[in-house]
């Protein structure tokens, strides 16, 4: 449907125009792309839900954390990531809680405060919190999780449109395995391990 102006631009014989207006067929094509994901083994590792680049790591931000004490990585997904979200660790969502708020740009220190939606997983009587937040261009997370489900470490659980963020919170006694800067891929990278038990 997206590539029907681009065919009818070139049926009426203007080439040009026809190519840019095939720009946006393929952007679309290149933002929902699912590839899939072979997550490590490894049961004490948090795995980044997102492919993008983190832009925080550490102790968690009061303002932006849920109740209690996290540590906290941020990834900041621009358009041209891979926009399917996956889950950081296997186990069982506790919940999700939808949580309305702004659409300041997902890069920005506000955006703390946008829309997002949080899954709670319970992993071998650990708590980790994934947040799927939306930006300025993106507006609509989907989650395709519920509470009760059980979930493997790297599965999708839904998706963000259009440039976002994720955050995800993981115990104190957790380590960081990742810094600002880094750049990480959903499903692939340790961005944490969990203290073990």
């Known amino acids: 449907m997206a590539a029907l102006p681009a065919l009818l631009a070139w049926g009426l014989g203007d080439g040009t125009l026809a190519l840019v207006l095939l720009a946006l067929p393929i952007g679309i ?63 069982t969502v506790r919940r999700v809680d939808y949580v309305p708020g702004t659409f300041f740009a997902a890069y920005r220190p506000e955006a703390g405060r946008n829309e997002h939606s949080e899954i709670w997983l319970e ?49 104190m006694s957790a380590s960081l395995a990742t810094c600002q800067g880094t750049t990480v891929r959903g499903g692939e990278t340790v961005i944490a391990r969990l203290a073990a038990r």
Do not use: Y
């Open 123 to 171: 992993h071998d009587g650990e708590t980790i919190v994934a947040r799927q937040v939306v930006g300025l261009m993106a507006r609509r997370v989907v989650c395709r999780v519920k509470a009760g489900d059980r979930v493997a470490a790297g599965a999708r659980l839904g998706l963000m449109k259009f440039g976002s963020r994720m955050d995800v919170f993981v115990p």
């Open 29 to 91: 094509a290149l933002f929902f792309r699912d590839p899939d994901r072979v997550s490590p083994p490894d049961v004490d590792a948090v795995l980044s839900p997102a492919d993008g680049r983190v832009t925080f790591a550490g102790d968690a931000k009061p303002e932006e954390a849920p109740p209690g004490s996290w540590r906290q990585v941020t990834i900041f997904l621009s358009p041209l990531d891979v926009h399917i979200n996956r889950t950081p660790v296997s186990g």
